[in-house]
Structure formats: C-alpha cells, structure tokens
C-alpha cells in the first residue's frame, strides 16, 4: 500500500462524461410507450428564451429552452421521472426529489434506493429506449453525455429536456437551477447551490495561499483531463494546478508531454489503480515520490453539487497533509510544464486527427472500468 496517498474509497461508478459520447446504439420497438402524463403538453422545435430564475419560486406551466434548442412545456411538476446519467440523478436526490424519480441508470446504484427504480442501462453504453419507455416518464433528464439518444428517446414520444455541457462550478450551479425549476423545487435548488458556494469558498481560502503542486488525472491510453473541464475546475478549487489545462477537454497527450509536464502529483480514483505503475506516470515526479490524491469516482466525474463539495474537500485535504510531510526525495516539487508542451503534443499526436471526443470518452470509460478489476 503506498504510504502517502490520500485515499477516500468509495463505490465505483462510471463518469457523467462518458455517459453517451460513444455512439449510443438507440434500440428498441418505441411502441407500448402509454399514455403520457396530462402535465406534459408539447415539445416544440422553435426556441424561447430560457425562464430559469433563481428567485427560490417555482411557477407551472413552465417553457424552457434546452442545448438541443427544442422548448421543453411542462403543464404541472413531474411526478415520473428517468434521469439518463448518474449525474442528473444525484442532483434530483440533492432537492429531496427521489421519490419521483422512476428509472436511473447502473451507474446511480451508489444513491440510496435505486435499487428500487428501474434500470434504464443498456447493456453496453448508453440507455435502452425501451427500458426508459417501459418506465412510463412524463420527464426524462438527459445531461450532455446522453446526447446521442435524446432523439431516439423524443422519437418513442418522450418529453426529453437535455442538459448543456458543465464544464465549470457555475455550469453546476446553473444546472440545479434548471433542475430545481423542471421539477417544481426551485427553493430545494437555491440551498443547494448555497451550500455549494458555501462549502467552494471555504475550501478557495483554504488553498488561496499554497504552493500549488502540479497534478494531472490519467484516463488510460494516453488521455487525461485537460482544460475547460469540470475535473480540471475541482482540481484547482482543491489547489492543484492541471498540467494539462492548456489542452481543451479530454487530450491523448503522448509518453513525452506528460514526462515534461512532470507532474508532482497523480489524481485517480482508485488507491491501487495499475496506471500509478505504468509508464510514462511511474516516471514522472508523482510516480517517484508517491504522490497520489484519491477521490472517490462519483465525486470526481459526475458535475453535480455534492460532487463538487466531496472533491474539492478530498483534495484540499490531501493538499494539505503534502505541505506537512516532505516527499520521498526530501522535497516537494512544484515545477509546471514549462510551454513547448503544446508543439510537442502536436508533433506527437497529442492532437492528432482521429481522436476526437468519441474516441477520448471510451479511453475514459475503458479506464475506469478497468480498475475495478483491480479493487479488492
């Protein structure tokens, strides 16, 4: 067991980002959908301007714009609920909405009940059409990862609201407003984004005057989060700097970059994930030092409000406990890339053609499921 890592172990749950990036297959007959619930009147193709307010007060009928642009008309609160990634399910149960929610997917099964709803998963990636169906929603919560079902999800007559991408804290603030005016708990919303706040600025002037240790989060086969990402947002709330946030979104960077950008510590999600013992990690200065900070996976990769609490705390934590005890070598590095990480990782293939964002979410899934067959 290595020594110096600060482990918070926890269920594993697969990432809100990987959701349904990677081609989805949207199966299944749509017929025997029943009848949908009389509060759901109508989704229009034309847009409107988003209603969202953060005044605590929730008023019904309700028409709201959603990412794909489609007007989502809600008559009443919903009282059939399918969330399509574990991330909309965790805010749901953040408002106290739970007993509305009727189907979650696999990857929910860390929250209390869901055993008890149904299991929309297909059984690859991605959510069964006829499962979500079969549920009988008059709501079906699609966050951005899911975007590839939503019209087969609409066309089998659901009403879907789809979520924009959160790739900040305020993102996350903004999806439980939404949330909160969707599902008639908008005051349940305010105190959450609240205490979010609350807990954010706590852990900001915990940090505020640290020397920040350069850290990066390896996905597998070469991808990591790089910027204008949520993990890369908790990472520097809990005062880590990602080496890799001059790289939009989720990048392979190749053995070379991650070696100059030499991370002084490796954030993962399990204590003894073998990526820790590969290279080019076991040779950076995290790897030869041991320096590890371990946040429970759910909170690491599913952009809702207690994720963002857990994380950012963990880390913070962890942070703190490197500042008290000196590193293997006797010291603590804090050197960052040095910026020709960028013109190395194209010369490299870092941001070669072919490996766009299908491609990096399944190298992050990949990863992940991977090191469950690793936890004891």
Known sequence: MRTQRAVVAGVLVVVALVGGAVGMAAADDPTGAGDR???VTSQSAAPVPQTDTDDGTCSFPLS????TGRTVTLESPPERIVTTNPSAAQTLWELGARDRVVGVTQYASYLEGTARRTNVSAAGLGVSVERVVGADPDLVMAPNASADQVESLREAGLTVYHFPAATSIA????KTTTTGRLVGACAAAADTNAEMRAAVNTTRNRTAGIDRPAALYPLGGGFVAGGDTFITAVMEVGGLE???AEYAGYPQLSDEVVLQA?????VVTDPDAPILDEEPYASTTAGRTDRV???EVQWMNQPA???????TTTIADAVAAFEETPSADGGTSTDTADGEADSTASETGAAAPGFGFPVAVLAVLLGLLGATRHRP
């Open 293 to 295: 900070v371990v946040v």
């Open 305 to 311: 409000p207690r994720s963002v609490v857990e994380a």
């Open 262 to 266: 030499d991370p002084d510590v490796l």
């Open 171 to 174: 993102d996350i603030a903004d």
């Open 64 to 67: 709201t714009t959603d990412a």
């Open 37 to 39: 619930s009389p509060g």
């Open 242 to 244: 990602n080496v890799a």
